[in-house]
């Protein structure tokens, strides 16, 4: 499975990105789907995930601000992203774990990584 990320850039505090990634196999949607950030000097971290069965959790950082989703027509899992804050700059990557109906926040369960697209929050 490849995953393509797209749609980060520069946005003010307070402003709005959605981010797209793209699965390269209809298998996905037998797939926990989920998002990670790096930060400049820390380490990866989980943001959000999506099950099979479109459960959804978050971090507790950005619940309230982001919304994760998916659309297993298109292979593609979104991360809408609200209220964004200088803390949210980083590389967000996509992973995918499966085939699977379980859904975690732990690194290490997903096989399966995008390159990363770059989000930077900057006044």
């Known amino acids: 499975v490849q995953l393509q990320a797209s749609g980060g850039g520069l946005v003010q505090p307070g402003g709005s990105l959605r981010l797209t990634c793209v699965a390269s196999e209809r298998s996905i949607n037998v797939y926990t789907l989920a998002w990670f950030r790096q930060a400049p000097g820390k380490e990866r971290e989980f943001v959000a995930a999506?099950?099979?069965?479109?459960?959804?959790l978050y971090a507790d950082s950005v619940k309230g601000r982001f919304t994760i989703s998916r659309d297993n027509a298109k292979n593609t899992v979104y991360l809408q992203m609200n209220s964004l804050e200088l803390a949210d700059t980083g590389v967000y990557f996509c992973?995918?774990?499966?085939?699977?109906?379980?859904?975690?926040?732990?690194?290490?369960?997903?096989?399966?990584w995008g390159q990363g697209t770059q989000v930077t929050v900057s006044s």
């Open positions: 999506i099950s099979s069965g479109a459960l959804t």
């Open positions: 992973a995918a774990d499966g085939p699977t109906f379980a859904i975690t926040g732990e690194e290490d369960e997903y096989t399966y």
